[in-house]
């Protein structure tokens, strides 16, 4: 998270990255829901837009 919001990412989007990664409880780590993907550019989060689930 520190590198993410010394790099100029809000910290309500580095926190979100942060939870989303791999844990031992979650290996495949957590969805990201967000109605505004291109805030994640370059985090290395494929978040998904529910406006856009068919």
């Not at 989303?20 to 990201?32: E, N, W």
């Not at 993907?37 to 978040?47: F, H, I, R, S, W």
């Amino acid at each position: 998270m520190g590198a993410l919001i010394g790099a100029g990412t809000d910290w309500r989007i580095a926190h979100a990255v942060h939870a989303s990664r791999p844990t031992a409880d979650h290996p495949s780590g957590r969805i990201v829901l967000t109605t505004r993907p291109e805030l994640y550019a370059g985090t290395g989060v494929d978040p998904i837009d529910p406006g856009k689930i068919s």
